[in-house]
T-cell receptor, first 115, second 112 residues
């Protein structure tokens, strides 16, 4: 398997624009996570899904952020409108049910810069 | 919720020496403690984990120790090599709970 695939790898946009980040989890993984990484706050869990259903979105910063998982092989994280403070690296991760190893498999991240 | 802190934030070691990174956690109910390594431009990758039913676990040059009484756990890297240079994240959670609480990461630099 190719691992977790994220796109785009880099995104530069202007304040107020809509940003959509995409993720393809590893086939067979039931859980999908979106994390945000910044120098100040480290790795923060934004939201996670189990079998395509959002389970915990308490980490989503505000209503400008939304995430969807229309099927087992695709998820999006959308920011609308974007702001400079949203600049960060956004990671998607997937895992088997935690009755197995509990290991998270991360993608390579999407680096977002909002000007 | 769980709060995880890592020390030191940056660690420089000579190649061949040992590196130790320590993490403390706040929730005494946590029983699962993984360590992730993040290389430049990559996502974090699990390198070792430990559950609270053991005090130490080793895998070749890396080991993790856990002190549940003091609520801290440490990553030990022996015979460091340049490829060990990376950011290391510790995390804690209740096993089976998907809300891993990560520390902010330690930059380890191995000087050749």
């Amino acid at each position: 398997d190719a691992g977790v695939i994220q796109s785009p790898r880099h995104e530069v946009t202007e304040m107020g624009q809509e940003v959509t980040l995409r993720c393809k989890p590893i086939s067979g993984h039931d859980y999908l996570f979106w994390y945000r990484q910044t120098m100040m706050r480290g790795l923060e869990l934004l939201i996670y899904f189990n079998n395509n259903v959002p389970i915990d979105d308490s980490g989503m910063p505000e209503d400008r952020f939304s995430a969807k998982m229309p099927n087992a092989s695709f998820s999006t994280l959308k920011i609308q409108p974007s702001e400079p403070r949203d600049s960060a690296v956004y990671f998607c991760a997937s895992s088997f049910p935690t009755t197995n190893t509990g290991e998270l498999f991360f993608g390579e991240g999407s680096r977002l810069t909002v000007l | 919720g769980e709060n995880v802190e890592q020390h030191p934030s940056t660690l420089s070691v000579q190649e061949g020496d040992s590196a130790v990174i320590k993490c403390t956690y706040s929730d005494s109910a946590s029983n699962y403690f993984p360590w992730y390594k993040q290389e430049l431009g990559k996502g974090p990758q699990l390198i070792i984990d430990i559950r609270s039913n053991v005090g130490e676990k080793k895998d070749q040059r890396i080991a993790v120790t856990l002190n549940k009484t003091a609520k801290h756990f440490s990553l030990h890297i022996t015979e460091t090599q340049p490829e060990d240079s990376a950011v290391y994240f510790c995390a804690a959670s209740l096993y089976g709970n998907n809300r891993l609480a990560f520390g902010k990461g330690n930059q380890v630099v191995v000087i050749p």
